[in-house]
C-alpha cells in the first residue's frame, strides 16, 4: 500500500487530499499531504520557487522520514523538484514534468496552457530541461492569476481560447491544464473541442502524477541517485536543523 | 476496477500474468492475456512485427469489444503499437515507449539494453520517434535471442558487461532492460552497479508499464485521436472478418 | 541496365509503369511492378500499413529472387520499408523517406502535402525517424482520400490552397506531394506560385525515387545490413512457406 | 563607467575582486561584492542552490537599488540566474551561462570540467536549457570539492587528465574551467594540451563575465523582460521586508 | 589597452569608426578600420561573400601583422568569418553569430530583422551552423537593401512591422537587427513594442560585438586553433603574394 | 539526355571524367569538366574555399550558359555549393552533403572520413547545417593530405583503421569517404569490415552525385529559389566581367 505525500509548495493552504482521492479510489494508495510556512501565496515565477525552494526541499525529507513511499510537488512549475530529488532517495515527481511525458506519449505535439504571459518562457526551459522541446507545439497562458481562477468569472471561456489555438495554429493534439487549480476543467475543453471537430487529450496532471508515483513506489523505482547525488557533508548557515542523508564530497 | 489486457505479440504462449499479478497486488487491477495465432515465435525485428502487426491490432480490438479499459503489447519493440492506437480508442501502451519516459523522466541520459546486435537501429530509431533521441546514452545489446535467454547460461554476465559499458562508457544514468523476458533482473543489475560505486536505476518495464496503463484508464485519459485516427473505411482484401471502428475520411 | 521493381503496396492495381517510364526514357532502366493480394484497398494510415506490411515483405523478397536490382515501395507513407530492408539486401526505396532527403537538399524547410487529415502525425513521426525534424515545415494535408483523389473536382484547388499556407505561414521553401496519386500536379502548383511571386520547388517524388534507386544499383550501394538486419531463424506460423535468407541470431 | 556587482553566492567569504580587478585593467569597470548570510559555505549541488537562492536574490535587488549596472553570480552553476533575472531589470549573468556560449562561438564541441561527479547532470541540464546541448561534448568532474581545491595536492593533476580525456576520447575543442576556484589554471590547461600537440581555448570564465556584463551596461542592453517576467504581487511569508519592483500579474 | 580592427567587408567605404567609438567611450580601446578593394558594394547574398571572401581574410591577415588584438568582420551574415579565423590567431567575430548567443542568452526566443527576403534561409542556416537553432524563433526581413536603408523613408515602419510580427506571431522575446546600416534603430523599436506592452530587448550587434571582441583580447582568449586550424602549405594561384603563416598538413 | 558539368575545384588539373564515365555507362548521361585559374591546388579548408569560391561560381555560371542541366562540383567540402546555387537555376549538387543524405538514408547513423584533422570541424559544421547533425556518428580524419593520397603508401591502412573505430568506437552503419581522391577505395573497406564481422555500407559519392544530378535534371527538379534567391544587381569592383542573372532587390 503506498503512501503517497503531497507537498503544495505555497503557504496558501490549497487543499489537494479531497480532490485526488475521488480520482484514485480502490487504488490502495494511502495520502498524506503538506504545506510551506515559508514561501509564497501561489508559485507563478522562478521567483517565487527561489522564495520556497528550500522550505519545499525540508517537506520531502520530512516526508521520507515519516515514511512516506514518494513524494509529489503540486505544482505544474515542478519547484523544488531538483534539490528534492538530490536530498532524499524515494521519488519525487513533479506535475509539469510528469504531464509533459505522458502527453509526448499519448500524441505528437503538445501544448500547455498555464495561467500568467510570464510562465511561458519558464515551460519553454521546462520542455529543454527534460528533453521534450521538439514535442513542444506551443505554450498559451490564460492570463489569469492562480489566486484568481476561482473566482474570474472569465476562466472557461479563457482556457477554450487557448485550447483553440493551440490545437488549430499551434497544431497540438494534446492539451496539458497549466495550473493544479485548473481542476476539472480537463473534460469540459476536451468537449468543447470535440464539437469544433477535433479528438484531443486534455490533461489534469495531479491525479495522474499520483497514480505514477504510486506506480514507481509499487515497482520499487526511484530517480537515478547518480544524476540527483545528495549534496556533501559542509556547512549550511541558516539551516543548521536540517538533518538529511548527506554523501562524503567525491 | 481498471482491467488492463496484456497482449503477447508471438505465437510462443509466453505467460506474464503471474509475473505481472505478483508485482501490482492491491493496486485493485483486474488483467486478462491473449496471444498470436499468425506471426513469430519472438519478435526480434521490424520484419517480425510485419508478420504480426495485423493480429496484434485484431487482439487490441478484441480486448476493446470485450470491454478491457486498457491494453498493453508485451513487447519492448512496441510492435504493432501505432496501427492499434488508431484501431481502438482506450489507451494502448508499449513497454519501450513508457520506459523511454520514465528513463527520461528518473535520470540525464539512458541506455538500453536489448537482445541481438540487430536492435540497435531499431531502439535508436524509436528513442527518434518518441521524441527523446537527446536523452538516449546508448543501446548495449547483449547478444542473446529471447528464445534463449532462459537457457543461456551467459545471460546475467552479459547483462552486467553490458550495463558497465553504458555506465562507464557512454554516460547513462538509467537503464532499460531492453526484453520482456529479462524479468527479475533489474534488481540484480542495480546491485551489481552499487558495488562499483554507482547509484544506477534499472527499468524492468513491464510491470511499471501496466501500473501505467492502469492510472490512464483510471484517470479517463487515452491517446489523441487526433494523432492516432480511426481509418476510413475501405476495402481490405484478405480481413473481410474483421469488425472495429472506421471514420468517414477527412 | 539497372532492373528496379516497382510494388504497388494496395489491392487495388493502381498501374505507375507507363507514367513512371515517361519520366524515365533513355535512362536504361528496366521496370517491373507488382500488387498485394492481402492488404488495403489504398494506404492511408498505420493500421492499412499494418494489414498489408507482411505482403509487401514478400513482395520484396520476389522481385530479389527474380533478379530486380531494387525495389521501390509506391507510398508516400513507405508502408513495410524497414521490414523489408531487413528482408532483402537490394535496396529498397520509399519515396517519402527520399523525397524528403532531395527537400532537405534542395531547399532549407520543407512542407508536405498529404490526403488526410490523419496523416500529419504519420510525417511528423517519419520526419522524426529520418532525422529530418529541423527541416520539416509543417504537414498541410488537402482533405482528400487516395481513392477520391481523380474524381474529386477540387483536388487541385485543395493543393492550392495548402501550398499557400505552408509557403506563406509555414515558411517552407520546397513542398513534397504526399501522395504517388497527385501525379503531375508538381508543375501545377509550381506555377500557380510563381504567380504569386514565389520560386518553390515541388516535388513529385515517385520517378525520382526510381532515379535514385537505380542510382543505387548502378553504384552497388544498397542500406546498411547492420542497421537493416537479416532476420534471424525462427517459426513464424502462418508465413510457413515464407522463403528469404535468414541469418543466425546474435 | 559601468559597475559591476559581484555576488559570491557562498556564506563563505571567498574575494573575487582582486583576481577580476587584475584582469580587467584599464577597462574602466567599478566592481563590488557581497556574499551570503544565509545558503551554504560552497555551492555543489542544486540543494545548495535551493538553500541560498532567496539570498542571492535578495543581494541582485540590493545591488540594483545602490546603482550598479549589472550583476554577476560568481559560481559556475549559475545559482539564482533565473529568479534574480525577474527581480530586477539590470543584466545578471552566471559564468556558467555566459562560458557556454562564449565557447559554442570559439569552436565547435565543447567540454565542462567541474569539481564533482554530482555536477554532470546539472551541466547537462543547463547545456540543455541554455538551447546548447548540441554543442555539447562532455562533461568530465575532477573528483575534488570546492572547498578542496587550495588545499589538494593533485588538482592540477586531475584537471589535466580530464583536459586530455575531452579533448582525445570525446572530441572537445574548446574547455570551461567547471568552478570560479580552478583560477590562474586556464593557461596551464592549454599549454599542458599544447605538449599533447592539441591547440585547445581554456575558458577561465569570471573575468571573461565580468567583461560582458560591462559590455552589456555599456550598450544598455539586459535581459528580455518578457522572458523574465517581474513577479506580480502576492503574500510572500517569511520574506516580509524584501521589498523590490513587482508587476501586476496578467 | 586592446585594439580592435573593423574590417567593413564592402568596396563601399561605409565608416563605422565614429558609431562604434561613440558607443564605447572610456572603454580603453583603440579602433582602426579596414576595406575591400575586391568584391562587392554591399554583402547580401552568399554570392557577394564569394566575391569578397578572399579579400577579407587578407584584410584579417594584415590585422594581425599591423598588431591588432581582435577583428571584427562588419556584416551580420559574417562574411569571411570561418576563413579568417583559419588564417589568424587572434581573435575574429562576425556580429551575426555574436549576436544570436548574446540574443539567448538574453531570453529564450530570438528573432533577426534583415533587409532582404533572400537572407531568410542564410540566416536560419547560420543559427544551424551556431548550434542555435533551437532558440530561433524566425526570420523576419524588412523587404529593402542594404544601399536603401539610409534613403527609403519606410524602413523604420516597416522594421515596426517585422518586429510586432516576430514578437506576436513567432513568440520572440529578443530580437535582432539583421543589418549593420539598421544603426541607432534598436531603441526605437523597444519603445514602439513597450507601447504595446512587451518589453523586447532589441540588439544592435557592432558595438556590443567590438566591446566582445576587447573582452576577449583583455581575457588572451581567442578561437581553438583545433577547430579552425592553420591552412596547410601549398600552390594558392592567383593569391601569391598572400603570406600568413601556414601549419603542415596532418 | 541530361548533361552534367564538373567542377573541380582546384587549379591542379585532377580528371574525373574517366572514373565518372566508367561508373555510370549506359546511362545515357553527358559529361563535361572544368577546372579553377584562381584558386588553389587542393581544397582543405575553408580558407582554401575563400581563395577559390568566386571561380567555381564563375565556372557553374558558364556551365548552365554552355546547356548543361546540372552541376556537381568534386569536392567533399562543396565549396561554393550555396553561392553557385545563387547565381544559376539548373541543379548545383557537392558529394558531401549528397552524400551524408544518402548515408542517412541507408542507415542510421554515418561516419565521414576526411583527408585531414583539421576537417573535423567543418565536417560537423556542414552536417549541423544540412541539417543532418543527429545523424552523424563521428569524422574520423586519415592524417593523409589531398595531394599525398597517391602516393602514401599507408593511405588504405589508415582508412581501415578509421573505419574500425568510426563502427566499433562511434556507432556508425554508414561511411562516406572524406575525399574524392580515395576513389575506388570503399568496397575494399567494405571487404575489410565484412571480415571483422560487420556488414558496412561505404560510400564513394562522386558518381552517385553525378547521378543524382541526372535525376534532378531528368525530373525537371532543383534547388528552391526562394532559398537561394538570385543575387540584386550591384556593384561588384573586379568582378566586372562576370555576367549572369540577376534580380532586383525585393
Redesign the interface.
Known amino acids: ?1 503506498p503512501h503517497v505525500h503531497l507537498i503544495v509548495p505555497t ?1 496558501t493552504k490549497f487543499d489537494f487530499l479531497d480532490y485526488v482521492q475521488g ?2 479510489t ?3 494508495i494511502t495520502l498524506s499531504q503538506s504545506h ?7 508559485v ?8 520556497g ?2 522550505n ?2 525540508k517537506r520531502a525529507v520530512e516526508a521520507e522520514a515519516n515514511g512516506a513511499d514518494a513524494v509529489v510537488i503540486i505544482c505544474m512549475g515542478d519547484p ?1 523538484l ?2 528534492a530529488r ?2 532524499v532517495s524515494i ?1 519525487v ?1 513533479g506535475p509539469g ?2 504531464a509533459m ?2 502527453a ?6 503538445f501544448s500547455i496552457l498555464p495561467t ?3 510562465r ?2 519558464t515551460y ?2 521546462h520542455a ?8 513542444l507545439a ?1 505554450v498559451r497562458p490564460a ?1 489569469i ?1 492562480v ?2 481562477i476561482a473566482v474570474n468569472p472569465n476562466t472557461k471561456d479563457r482556457l477554450f481560447a487557448c485550447a483553440e489555438k493551440a ?1 488549430f495554429d499551434d ?1 497540438a ?2 492539451l496539458i491544464l497549466g495550473c493544479g487549480c485548473f481542476k476539472n476543467l480537463d ?1 469540459e475543453i476536451e468537449n468543447h473541442l470535440k464539437q469544433k471537430g ?4 486534455v ?2 496532471a495531479v ?2 502524477t499520483v ?2 508515483a ?3 513506489a ?15 557533508v ?6 543548521e536543523g536540517f538533518a538529511f542523508t548527506e554523501s562524503p ?2
Open positions: 500500500m503557504t480520482a484514485i480502490g487504488m490502495d510551506l510556512e515559508v514561501g509564497t501565496s501561489s507563478e515565477s522562478k521567483f517565487d520557487e527561489a522564495l525552494a528550500a519545499i526541499v523544488g531538483w534539490p538530490e536530498a521519488p515527481l514534468q510528469t511525458h505522458y509526448a506519449m499519448l500524441g505528437q505535439r500568467l504571459d510570464g511561458q518562457a519553454i526551459g529543454r530541461l527534460y528533453g521534450l522541446e521538439n514535442s506551443s492570463g492569476s489566486l484568481d490545437v497544431g493534439d494534446v473534460k477535433q479528438a484531443i487529450t490533461i489534469d491525479p495522474l497514480l505514477t504510486a506506480a514507481l509499487k515497482t520499487q523505482l526511484s530517480h537515478s541517485k547518480k544524476a540527483f547525488c545528495s549534496p556533501p559542509k556547512e549550511r548557515p541558516g539551516y564530497s567525491k
